[in-house]
């Protein structure tokens, strides 16, 4: 889709999602605000497996276009798809729709670039009963294929908001009563070690550059580690830090 898409994307809130996971989930979001699924393109093999995968109760319903190998394989965006591609609508997420949800537990992730991370945070945030994902300015495109295709469907069922400064964050977080917590291989003390809190926000810095100093977070901290490496992987220490804040 390349900077058409993105253009696509920023002005008709229109975006592509492929596969059989994702498009499963799709067709069974979980709450308000969630991507709307406008046409479910698929070939004769991808129909099959929609009818194999997905119960009859949900595909009736299901704005399904039939279209042929050659059709999809122009549309799609990997190689080899599986015959089974949804064009997807999404409204746009605020703070302040994550407030009146009342969130308890949020990611916040500063400047992100892979898409591959990205998605994985999001995924991962969900499975582990986080309330909402935040991306910073000047991170990856959230809608975008690949990032798409790394959240596994779990687009349709956490909120995700794009675009929060970090001081728009923390503005946030201390009216409404959030602990902060940066997540920093400089920080002092571990993340094992904090108090819990009923309502905590976890801070995440960019892959490269890590993260800056954020003014009046509550606690900066590290996740310790006893091999040679300096730093781990920004979503595997989300999953980390997700998982001592959403599960322990």
């Given at each position: 889709?390349?900077?058409?898409?993105?253009k696509v994307?920023q002005t008709?809130?229109?975006?592509?999602?492929?596969?059989?996971?994702?498009?499963?989930?799709?067709?069974?979001?979980?709450?308000?605000?969630?991507?709307?699924?406008?046409?479910?393109?698929?070939?004769?093999?991808?129909?099959?497996?929609?009818?194999?995968?997905?119960?009859?109760e949900i595909?009736?319903?299901?704005?399904?276009?039939?279209?042929?190998?050659?059709?999809?394989?122009?549309?799609?965006?990997?190689?080899?798809?599986?015959?089974?591609?949804?064009?997807?609508?999404?409204?746009?997420?605020?703070?302040?729709?994550?407030?009146?949800?009342?969130?308890?537990?949020?990611?916040?992730?500063?400047?992100?670039?892979?898409?591959?991370?990205?998605?994985?945070?999001?995924?991962?945030?969900?499975?582990?009963?986080?309330?909402?994902?935040?991306?910073?300015?000047?991170?990856?495109?959230?809608?975008?294929?690949?990032?798409?295709?790394?959240?596994?469907?779990?687009?349709?069922?956490?909120?995700?908001?794009?675009?929060?400064?970090?001081?728009?964050?923390?503005?946030?977080?201390?009216?409404?009563?959030?602990?902060?917590?940066?997540?920093?291989?400089?920080?002092?003390?571990?993340?094992?070690?904090?108090?819990?809190?009923?309502?905590?926000?976890?801070?995440?810095?960019?892959?490269?550059?890590?993260?800056?100093?954020?003014?009046?977070?509550?606690?900066?901290?590290?996740?310790?580690?006893?091999?040679?490496?300096?730093?781990?992987?920004?979503?595997?220490?989300?999953?980390?830090?997700?998982?001592?804040?959403?599960?322990?």
């Amino acid at each position: 889709m390349g900077s058409r898409g993105k253009k696509v994307r920023q002005t008709e809130k229109e975006f592509i999602a492929d596969g059989i996971q994702t498009v499963r989930e799709a067709l069974t979001s979980s709450f308000a605000d969630a991507p709307e699924l406008i046409n479910l393109y698929v070939t004769e093999k991808g129909f099959a497996k929609l009818e194999e995968e997905i119960s009859s109760e949900i595909l009736v319903d299901a704005p399904i276009v039939h279209v042929s190998d050659e059709v999809m394989a122009e549309m799609a965006d990997t190689e080899s798809p599986q015959g089974i591609l949804a064009l997807c609508k999404f409204t746009e997420i605020t703070l302040y729709k994550i407030k009146q949800r009342e969130a308890k537990k949020i990611a916040y992730f500063w400047e992100i670039q892979d898409p591959g991370n990205s998605g994985t945070v999001i995924r991962t945030a969900e499975a582990l009963g986080f309330d909402a994902v935040v991306f910073s300015k000047n991170s990856v495109d959230v809608y975008a294929p690949k990032t798409v295709r790394a959240t596994v469907g779990a687009l349709w069922h956490i909120p995700v908001v794009e675009n929060v400064a970090v001081e728009e964050l923390m503005e946030f977080a201390t009216a409404e009563g959030f602990y902060t917590i940066a997540l920093a291989g400089d920080g002092s003390g571990t993340i094992i070690d904090l108090p819990k809190s009923e309502k905590t926000i976890l801070i995440f810095g960019n892959e490269a550059r890590g993260l800056p100093e954020v003014v009046g977070v509550d606690s900066r901290v590290a996740i310790p580690m006893k091999g040679k490496s300096e730093s781990l992987n920004v979503a595997s220490a989300a999953a980390i830090a997700m998982f001592e804040v959403g599960i322990r």
